[in-house]
T-cell receptor, first 113, second 113 residues
Framework: EDQVTQSPEALRLQEGESSSLNCSYT??????LFWYRQDPGKGPEFLFT???AGEEKEKERLKATLTKKESFLHITAPKPEDSATYLC??????????????FGRGTSLIVHP | ETGVTQTPRHLVMGMTNKKSLKCEQH?????MYWYKQSAKKPLELMFV???????ENNSVPSRFSPECPNSSHLFLHLHTLQPEDSALYLC????????????FGSGTRLTVV
């Protein structure tokens, strides 16, 4: 069974204070690791897919990295508008081709001005 | 708007009522999903439809009944719900076999009284 653990559960930062969110996973044959952003009262918004260890992707102040056991979402010089819940999900080969990802509980990020 | 539209945005219903949630996408995706999101819990997959055929039913109680008349529309029919069914219900769509992530709607906030 695929498992995803995100830490910390909540994170408070001052504007400009860089930090990282962690997503640890166990999966049988990784097909992809996904990061989403979710604002209050809205559905998750897709950010990145990572496919193999060593891969990195960037979008504005966000950079996602991947190892064989975990992924990090690095936030550089965050702004208040980066405040949201960040979700991680993995899709494993054990899904048998159904392509159903397993989601973590998310990290709630608040960036204070 | 993400391209996936859910209605209504908010719903309050009694335990003896019957109501339906609607989801619509015109992104050309062939897979559609219903998820339940409760506080402090990971996203829970409920149902999956690929090319209008139901391919996953994640042990969901029969008081939830999905319907997918075509690849652009998805419904979730609700009857005789319990207070613990109160949650955010999210619809998503994707292209099967492609790891571009899911496109989620904004959800329906359901309260069962």
């Amino acid at each position: 069974e695929d498992q995803v653990t995100q830490s910390p559960e909540a994170l408070r930062l001052q504007e400009g204070e860089s930090s990282s969110l962690n997503c640890s996973y166990t999966v049988s044959g990784l097909r992809g690791l996904f990061w989403y952003r979710q604002d209050p009262g809205k559905g998750p918004e897709f950010l990145f897919t990572l496919y193999s260890a060593g891969e990195e992707k960037e979008k504005e102040r966000l950079k996602a990295t991947l190892t064989k056991k975990e992924s990090f979402l690095h936030i550089t010089a965050p702004k208040p508008e980066d405040s949201a819940t960040y979700l991680c999900a993995v899709q494993g080969g054990a899904s048998g081709g159904s392509y159903i990802p397993t989601f973590g509980r998310g990290t709630s990020l608040i960036v204070h001005p | 708007e993400t391209g996936v539209t859910q209605t209504p945005r908010h719903l309050v219903m009694g335990m003896t009522n019957k109501k339906s949630l609607k989801c619509e996408q015109h992104l050309g995706h062939n897979a559609m999903y219903w998820y339940k999101q409760s506080a402090k819990k990971p996203l829970e997959l409920m149902f999956v439809y690929n090319f209008k055929e139901q391919t996953e039913n994640n042990s969901v109680p029969s008081r939830f009944s999905p319907e997918c008349p075509n690849s652009s529309h998805l419904f979730l029919h609700l009857h005789t719900l319990q207070p613990e069914d109160s949650a955010l219900y999210l619809c998503a769509s994707s292209t099967p076999g492609v790891n571009y992530g899911y496109t989620f709607g904004s959800g329906t906030r359901l309260t069962v009284v």
